[in-house]
């Protein structure tokens, strides 16, 4: 059986990536990967749907026991992508979508250099910093720290495949799907498997010294 894809978004945070996923899944179906964290949830997140919250050391014990495709320190808590989920729906054909920040994304990189990696960027940094700073549950410090990350992150984009400026969701959402549509039309991607379906369909209809 063909494999499915593997899809990585990144992005600073403020970004819109979380919404522009949940659109993506909304439309193509593709599973989302639920990352394990240290960090407390916020408001209206839920465990095993939004992250699975866990203490430092389940996160440690699960680093020891190799159960990462990737993890990462990111604004001092860990983030990690249990490795199991994706593997298990990459090998039964299933397109995976990981939201991940850049360090991971370059990690997964080395380990699935056919995955689709793809950047998200706000229309400016000036929009950046009124989307974080409408966010209630982050302190003016964190959002400083925010900002300063995530124009460190952007120097990394040479490493992805693709960037998307989400000035509107919804147009934004339509790039992330054209994406994914040309994606899996390339030749390469199972075309091959394609080509000796039709050979053995037509066997019956040709003439034998064709
Ligand atoms: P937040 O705390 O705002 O949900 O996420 C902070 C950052 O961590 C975001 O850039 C997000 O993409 C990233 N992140 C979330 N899950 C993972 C993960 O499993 N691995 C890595 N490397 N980064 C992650």
């Known amino acids: 059986m063909e494999e499915g894809l593997l899809f990585i978004v990144s992005g600073p945070s403020g970004a819109g ?21 240290t960090r407390k949830p916020r408001p209206g997140e839920i465990d095993g749907k939004d992250y699975y919250f866990v203490n430092e050391a389940l996160f440690l014990k699960t680093v020891s026991e190799s159960g990462f495709l990737e993890y990462a320190k990111v604004y001092d808590h860990y983030y990690g992508t249990p490795k199991a989920p994706v593997t298990t ?25 056919d995955g689709v990696f793809i950047y998200i960027l706000p229309p400016s940094m000036r929009e950046l910093r009124r989307r974080i700073t409408g966010r209630a549950a982050d302190t003016l410090a964190a959002i400083e720290l925010r900002l300063g990350e995530s124009l460190k992150e952007m120097e990394r984009i040479d490493q992805y495949d693709y960037c998307v400026v989400n000035e509107r969701i919804e147009e934004a959402a339509n790039s992330l799907a054209a994406i994914f549509t040309a994606e899996h039309a390339r030749v390469g991607r199972g075309v091959r498997e394609t080509i000796q379906a039709y050979k053995e369909e037509i066997q019956c209809y040709i003439h034998p010294s064709i």
């Open 89 to 113: 729906r990459l090998a039964a054909g299933l397109d995976v979508l990981l939201e991940i920040d850049t360090q991971g994304a370059l990690k997964v990189k080395n380990e699935w250099p």
């Open 17 to 37: 990536k979380g919404t522009i996923c949940s659109e993506l899944v909304k439309r193509t179906g593709i599973s989302l990967s639920v990352s394990m964290t």
